[in-house]
């Protein structure tokens, strides 16, 4: 896969409620405010998301 970083205009870190908690995830978006790319931690479901994922997240 390749992502060509001078088109993202914009980058999110979004907060989605789920049934096993909240999901964190960050978008990014070009000039056109298409969705590029959505990077998640690893999770499964009827778990939590990982610690680990949020504070590498928080930590942008």
Same mark, same amino acid.
């Given at each position: 896969?390749?992502?060509?970083? =001078?088109e993202i205009t914009d980058t999110?870190?979004?907060?989605?409620? +789920?049934?096993?908690?909240?999901? +964190?995830?960050?978008?990014?978006? =070009?000039?056109? @405010?298409?969705?590029?790319?959505q990077f998640f931690g690893l @999770?499964?479901?009827?778990?939590?998301?990982?610690e680990e994922w949020k504070t590498?997240?928080?930590?942008?």
């Amino acid at each position: 896969m390749h992502l060509n970083l =001078n088109e993202i205009t914009d980058t999110w870190v979004v907060k989605k409620p +789920t049934a096993d908690g909240e999901v +964190t995830s960050i978008e990014c978006f =070009n000039k056109d @405010r298409e969705l590029m790319v959505q990077f998640f931690g690893l @999770r499964k479901p009827g778990k939590p998301e990982l610690e680990e994922w949020k504070t590498l997240v928080e930590s942008l």
